[in-house]
């Protein structure tokens, strides 16, 4: 029986990487899959989706307000059979898409892997992901480190100073330029005012599951 799988991590933990390796085994064994992935996001291009260590693959763009299962639907209708379908960024989805994308698994009898953060800058649930975490059949999580050694389960927004920002919209396309992954007690120690990050330059979208 086909499942939904909810795949989330911090950022930089591999999420994108795997979801495209998962694609390819799917492919290599000759089978057709459909990769989603929000329109909201086109810093690789519109319609592609990428990993930091240069694996990317092409993908099918959608909005806020799109039906995912009907997006599906037509996809089987002028493509043939999907052996599987792959959400990037799943933390953007909302409630509907994401019951959506259940009817998939259920109406459908299609697995559905959806990638994405938990928990925005703020330590709050975004609405795809608070969703998932509650409809998903698995969960499993990616795991990544904090600069201090610990688990990074958390993201800090931070300016150009490194230091944390605290106010402002739950959705802010950036990369490392502007979000670390850092574990709970780093997240506060930040939060607080107590200390800076040292930024890395390389930009990557945030959600972006290396």
Request: proline share 2%.
């Amino acid at each position: 029986m086909a499942k939904l799988y909810f795949y989330y991590s911090a950022m930089n933990a591999g999420k994108t990487t795997t979801l495209l390796q998962s694609a390819y085994n799917y492919h290599e064994r000759g089978m057709r899959t459909l990769i989603l992935t929000p329109a909201l996001d086109n810093r690789y291009g519109e319609g592609v989706v990428a990993s930091r260590i240069g694996l990317k693959a092409n993908a099918r763009r959608f909005g806020g307000d799109e039906n995912l299962f009907a997006l599906v639907e037509a996809d089987i209708a002028a493509r043939s059979a999907l052996h599987c379908v792959f959400v990037d960024e799943a933390q953007f989805l909302t409630k509907s898409q994401v019951w959506q994308i259940s009817d998939v698994v259920d109406k459908l009898n299609i697995p559905v892997l959806a990638f994405g953060l938990r928990t925005d800058f703020r330590g709050e649930l975004f609405e795809g992901s608070r969703y998932l975490l509650a409809w998903a059949d698995n969960l499993e999580e990616i795991k990544t480190i904090c600069h201090t050694g610990r688990k990074a389960t958390m993201v800090v927004r931070v300016d150009e100073q490194g230091r944390a920002v605290t106010e402002g919209p739950q959705v802010e396309i950036g990369g490392n330029d502007r979000y670390v992954s850092v574990s709970r007690a780093e997240f506060k120690k930040i939060s607080e005012g107590s200390g800076r990050i040292e930024l890395q330059q390389t930009v990557l979208p945030l959600g972006e599951s290396h």
